[in-house]
């Protein structure tokens, strides 16, 4: 699996596939030019990144030489979108919208929702609760978007404005979301009716990369 792409990221990447299943690898001039960019340096840091990240090859010593890394196996994959951070020990990390990064998922794991890739979201976890689950603090949670859940599963719970992933229980007319860790700090969360199942975890995906930052200029 590749490593994430920031939105800016997967628009260059766009671009490339674009012209290279169009016939010809572009030139760094040419994608300066059909992106906008003011400078050539610009186009060099994104394809440095998108080299680094496993997407592409450039050839050395000739004009035209980006390639698609692993061009055979992009078929199998889908872009999924990061949508999220979810608290995974409190309920004070609001969820958000914005796209601002997407992981390469093999097309295996999303086969099955309604939608297949179009009913998956990534979020990253913040907070060690659910570590007994192998859910640790900037790794990637796979969900399916669905508002049913059965006794056991772990989903991603919105509370208000709030979002948390827990393990599901329903129990005595109320609904539990536990915590999965051997920290006594972490408590089970007891509820009736305000709260709404946003759908249930897939996978997770290690992120050992948590705490690694980039800067790419315009």
């Not at 990064?101 to 998956?120: C, N, P, Q, W, Y």
Request: proline share 4%; glycine share 6%; net charge negative.
């Amino acid at each position: 699996m590749h490593m994430p792409l920031t939105t800016k990221q997967e628009r260059v990447y766009s671009e490339i596939k674009k012209r290279i299943r169009g016939g010809d690898s572009p030139t760094i001039d040419e994608l300066r030019k059909a992106l906008k960019f003011k400078s050539l340096r610009t186009v060099v840091q994104y394809l440095e990144v998108l080299e680094r990240k496993g997407y592409i090859v450039r050839r050395k010593n000739a004009k035209r030489n980006i390639e698609l890394r692993s061009e055979d196996s992009a078929s199998h994959t889908v872009s999924v979108p990061v949508v999220a951070n979810v608290g995974c020990d409190d309920l004070t990390l609001f969820a958000q919208e914005e796209q601002d990064e997407f992981l390469e998922v093999d097309k295996a794991i999303v086969e099955g929702s309604s939608k297949d890739e179009e009913g998956i979201v990534a979020v990253r976890a913040v907070g060690d609760s659910m570590e007994d689950a192998g859910i640790n603090p900037g790794d990637y949670v796979l969900i399916r978007f669905t508002d049913e859940a059965e006794d056991g599963d772990r989903v991603a719970a919105i509370i208000g404005d709030m979002v948390t992933v827990k393990r599901y229980k329903r129990q005595g007319g109320v609904t539990i979301l536990y915590p999965e860790s051997k920290n006594p700090k972490y408590k089970p969360i007891v509820l009736r009716e305000d709260f709404k199942i946003a759908g249930k975890v897939l996978c997770v995906i290690p992120n050992p990369h948590a705490e690694y930052t980039e800067v790419v200029y315009e």
